[in-house]
């Protein structure tokens, strides 16, 4: 990750952070929402228990927030980026590992790809931004 935050973005990570007592690794504001990277271990933490942190959280950024846990296996990381779904299988492809090739099951692949492609394009973005991954194919 060679991003650097905005003067906003670090206030969204103090605010969150402060909130749930998750540690952030990375914040992207983007026109409808706020995602969270948060280190490996600390989903829970950023949740809460029946979600109070998470909703504290939101109520405080006045904004939609996403939580992904981070995972330094490429893999493990796109596999979470599809996290609601339901995931088959996930493989690296390609020269050079940069391509990876996710298996999603057919019901849920409308909702993996996400209106207009959004869905898949965040995922990709995701994907390139922690791992230099140039493509997610779903299968």
């Given at each position: 990750m060679d991003s650097k935050l905005t003067v906003d973005e670090m206030w969204y990570v103090t605010t969150f952070e402060d909130t749930t007592g998750a540690s952030?690794?990375?914040?992207?504001?983007?026109?409808?929402?706020?995602i969270f990277v948060v280190?490996?271990?600390?989903?829970?933490?950023?949740?809460?228990?029946?979600?109070?942190?998470i909703n504290r959280a939101r109520?405080?950024?006045?904004?939609?927030?996403?939580?992904?846990?981070?995972?330094?296996?490429?893999?493990?990381?796109?596999?979470?980026?599809?996290?609601?779904?339901?995931?088959?299988?996930g493989q690296m492809a390609g020269e050079n590992d940069k391509v990876i090739?996710?298996?999603?099951?057919?019901?849920?692949?409308?909702?993996?790809?996400?209106?207009k492609g959004k869905k898949l394009s965040k995922v990709?973005?995701?994907a390139k931004r922690f791992h230099g991954i140039e493509d997610v194919i779903i299968d």
């Open positions: 952030v690794k990375d914040c992207i504001k983007n026109s409808d929402e706020i280190k490996k271990g600390d989903m829970g933490l950023a949740i809460g228990k029946n979600g109070a942190n109520e405080k950024l006045g904004k939609k927030i996403e939580v992904i846990e981070h995972s330094d296996d490429p893999v493990e990381f796109v596999k979470r980026l599809f996290h609601s779904l339901r995931v088959e299988d090739r996710v298996s999603i099951d057919e019901r849920d692949k409308k909702m993996a790809i996400g209106l990709k973005m995701l």
